[in-house]
């Protein structure tokens, strides 16, 4: 039972344009998430997060966004560059800082010249 | 910044081997962890470490085990390797209330 989903496998963007990745949760105890980056041979890395008491958070071009009722986030690139080109997982936890994470299957996003 | 260092870039073993996937952090961080990432199912959690000797099952534990004697360092254990635990391993580690730091990763596979 896949708690955590990201439904789209892939995603290709013009650079200069916004990308914006989706993720759904099923579990309504979840109320600290994360969106991780991943380049090949490479670890994740981490990128933002966000608690469940606030519903938008920002750091540079990326903004994460968080509907509670509809257990949906998304991860917002503006503008898109080319180094973006990498797989995004979003992942959540039971409580802020908790260490027991569930990881969606991850977005293979294409940032095109 | 953080290191976190997995010992083997690429593994090959054969069924029914033993094998031992080894992990240091340089951080002195209290948390420690094992994925596996295989494609479509995203990362699952094999086993996690709160502290020296103290070891908690993730969601995927059948067929692994785990040892955690020193701070540092987080040992991943296939007591008898089978070809379904062909997959990448990823260790992370962090302190409390921090994200978690991911190694480059164990391409593991079993023939």
């Known amino acids: 039972d896949q708690q955590v989903k990201q439904n789209s496998p892939s995603l290709s963007v013009q650079e200069g344009r916004i990308s914006i990745l989706n993720c759904d949760y099923t579990?309504?105890?979840?109320?600290?998430f994360l969106w991780y980056k991943k380049y090949p041979a490479e670890g994740p890395t981490f990128l933002i997060s966000?608690?469940?008491?606030?519903d938008k958070n920002e750091d540079g071009r990326f903004t994460v966004f968080l509907n509670k009722s509809a257990k949906h986030l998304s991860l917002h690139i503006v503008p898109s560059q080319p180094g973006d080109s990498a797989v995004y997982f979003c992942?959540?936890?039971?409580?802020?800082?908790?260490?027991?994470?569930?990881f969606g299957q991850g977005t293979r996003l294409t940032i095109n010249p | 910044d953080v290191k976190v260092t997995q010992s083997s870039r690429y593994l090959v073993k054969r069924t029914g081997e033993k094998v031992f996937l080894e992990c240091v952090q340089d951080?002195?961080?209290?948390?420690m962890f094992w994925y596996r990432q295989d494609p479509g199912l995203g990362l699952r959690l094999i086993y996690f470490?709160?502290?020296?000797?103290?070891?908690e099952k993730g969601d995927i534990p059948e067929g692994y085990s785990v040892s955690r004697e020193k701070k540092e360092r987080f040992s991943l254990i296939l007591e008898s390797a089978s070809t379904n635990q062909t997959s990448m391993y990823l260790c992370?580690?962090?302190?409390?209330?921090?994200?978690?730091?991911f190694g480059d990763g164990t391409r593991l596979s079993i023939l």
């Open positions: 992370a580690s962090s302190v409390s209330n921090q994200p978690q730091h």
């Open positions: 579990n309504s105890m979840f109320d600290y």
């Open positions: 966000i608690s469940s008491i606030k």
């Open positions: 992942a959540a936890s039971g409580m802020q800082g908790a260490q027991k994470l569930v």
């Open positions: 951080m002195d961080h209290e948390n």
């Open positions: 470490s709160y502290d020296v000797k103290m070891k």
